[in-house]
């Protein structure tokens, strides 16, 4: 049985790789080399470096691990290629007016992984990407969020 194929942006697979490289290249030898140092200080069971850099190479491979099987599950979508139809879809770039408060904001649909509210990254999973998802410039969309229901006029959609 095979994982489902998990979307994410070529920009976030990009970030994935960097963090694997540095992983691979500069944190794994690192730490094999905090191992031995500390081997050398004798008795292994109240020696705390060797423990604390045991624990640190279990994180490193575990994170290494957790980073290839999301690379090797991930369905990269390079919207830059699709023709912009003025649909929001996963990976386009989104403004959207607050129809009460006027106020705009801009979003960038990406996946699970990638989202961060504080770069203007929504997850697709989220409700307000689910609300927007599929909808065109000039739609007005109400979505239930934790604040309660907002109605968002999309202004525009870019696929960047």
Known sequence: MTADRVPMTVDGA???RRELHELKSVQRPKVIEDIATAREHGD???????????EQQSF???????????LANA???????IPNNGKVIFG?????????TDAQLSYKIVGD??????????S????????????V??????????????????DSVEYV
């Open 14 to 16: 990009e970030n994935l």
């Open 44 to 54: 292994l069971k109240e020696n705390a470096e060797y423990h604390a850099a045991r």
């Open 60 to 70: 490193i491979e575990g994170r290494i691990h957790e980073i290839e099987s999301k």
């Open 75 to 81: 369905q990269i979508v390079d919207v830059s290629t």
């Open 92 to 100: 386009c770039t989104v403004s959207i007016i607050n129809t009460e």
């Open 113 to 122: 992984d990638e989202a961060d509210i504080k770069q203007g990254k929504l």
């Open 124 to 135: 697709f999973n989220s409700p307000i990407a689910r609300g927007l998802i599929g909808k």
């Open 137 to 154: 410039a000039g739609d007005i969309v109400d979505i239930s969020t934790p604040g309660g229901i907002n109605s968002f006029e999309i």
